[in-house]
T-cell receptor, first 112, second 110 residues
Framework: DTGVSQNPRHKITKRGQNVTFRCDPI?????LYWYRQTLGQGPEFLTY????????KSRLLSDRFSAERPKGSFSTLEIQRTEQGDSAMYLC??????????FGPGTRLTVT | LAKTTQPISMDSYEGQEVNITCSHN???????ITWYQQFPSQGPRFIIQ???TKVTNEVASLFIPADRKSSTLSLPRVSLSDTAVYYC???????????FGAGTRLAVHP
């Protein structure tokens, strides 16, 4: 399977802990996106990379959130000092410039 | 905020044609209309994209009138496996960030 992969698929953590998610995009895609989705809502854009450069960040991405894409390949999204409101599905997508975005299966985060 | 308006939910039966209409009154000249499908616990999947008139692929058709203020996604002969949420988006074709609304929940019944 050469699609977008995300790990872990599920994460349960206690409030105040740090969590990190990983996204492996389709290998030839230079663009990578992170979205967050809560129950009953559509995905909300968080941030976007072109190669290793982070080109746009949503205001949803508070200072507790950080994303990286070293060497323009996989990406990580870290949430520090998690809060219950961070509970959501975190989706990663990748694309080639000018083409549609391909989404991964998501990481479901539950903060207790 | 999403730039589109679509029905919250629709019901259909197996074998019927389903048409989901989306309003985008403020669509810009360089905006394309794109539809995604999402099943529970999965990421959205691209279905179809168009700029004007009609676009057809192996799974759906997209009808766009001349004023481009609305569009209709047509799913021919739906099956139970087409039960999903369908999102209509308008974006500039550069495939930058996608702005999703709440989508239309389609339920296909036997």
């Amino acid at each position: 399977d050469t699609g977008v992969s995300q790990n872990p698929r599920h994460k349960i953590t206690k409030r105040g802990q740090n969590v990190t998610f990983r996204c492996d995009p389709i290998s030839e895609h230079n663009r990578l996106y992170w979205y967050r989705q809560t129950l009953g809502q559509g995905p909300e854009f968080l941030t976007y990379f072109q190669n290793e450069a982070q080109l746009e960040k949503s205001r949803l991405l508070s200072d507790r959130f950080s994303a990286e894409r070293p060497k323009g390949s996989f990406s990580t999204l870290e949430i520090q000092r998690t809060e219950q409101g961070d509970s959501a599905m975190y989706l990663c997508a990748s694309s080639s410039q000018g083409d549609e975005q391909y989404f991964g299966p998501g990481t479901r985060l539950t903060v207790t | 905020l999403a730039k589109t308006t679509q029905p919250i939910s629709m019901d259909s039966y197996e074998g019927q044609e389903v048409n989901i209409t989306c309003s985008h009154n403020n669509i810009a000249t360089n905006d394309y209309i794109t539809w995604y499908q999402q099943f529970p616990s999965q990421g959205p999947r691209f279905i179809i994209q168009g700029y004007k008139t009609k676009v057809t692929n192996e799974v759906a058709s997209l009808f766009i009138p001349a004023d481009r203020k609305s569009s209709t996604l047509s799913l021919p002969r739906v099956s139970l496996s087409d039960t999903a949420v369908y999102y209509c988006l308008v974006e500039d074709g550069g495939y930058n960030k996608l702005i999703f609304g709440a989508g239309t929940r389609l339920a296909v019944h036997p």
